[in-house]
């Protein structure tokens, strides 16, 4: 796998702390001093190992071979880049949450044009200062007093209206 020089963050932390929760400020304050400082240690130190003059260290290095073993050693370490296992997982989990995201849209918009709907009914309705009792239960017959069928006494409580309550007031 070929490497690849971190010579920045890609991270947009300004983005991102726009969408972070206040509560949660403190940890990405954390979290970024932390990706600065690993970005800061991985600029610091050269991109390519130093070269070494192997010759000067045969002419002066007296057991035989050894510097040899050492070239060989040096010249065939490689340190791996590492393998990158999450970011399959990460591309699968952001499908799946801009799902989620395009569903909530779309329940969204159907909620929205109910309630726009809702507002044009209340808008096309008679104001309340000019309505009488007969074009409030024309409106809304659910809520609107019914003698008949529904009477109602003060207060108007659920337990006053029993049959047989203190404060129940008789039918005439």
Not at 67 to 83: G, H, M, R, S, T
Not at 126 to 149: G, H, K, V
């Amino acid at each position: 796998m070929a490497s690849r020089r971190i010579a920045q963050s890609s991270v947009n932390w300004a983005a991102l702390a726009e969408r972070v929760p206040p509560n949660q400020k403190p940890n990405l304050a954390a979290f970024k001093t932390k990706s600065d400082k690993y970005l800061r240690s991985v600029v610091a130190n050269p991109e390519t190992p130093p070269k070494i003059d192997w010759s000067f260290y045969k002419k002066n290095v007296p057991v035989a071979g050894m510097v040899d073993k050492f070239q060989k050693a040096y010249e065939a370490l490689q340190i791996p880049y590492p393998a990158d296992n999450v970011t399959k997982l990460v591309e699968a989990q952001e499908k799946e949450v801009q799902q989620e995201i395009a569903k909530f849209v779309k329940d969204s918009e159907a909620r929205i044009a109910d309630f726009q709907s809702q507002i044009a009914t209340l808008k096309a309705l008679l104001p309340y200062d000019q309505m009488t009792m007969e074009d409030f239960r024309d409106s809304f017959p659910e809520q609107a007093l019914d003698p008949i069928n529904r009477p109602s006494f003060w207060p108007h409580t659920p337990e006053e209206q029993e049959p047989g309550a203190p404060n129940a007031e008789p039918h005439h």
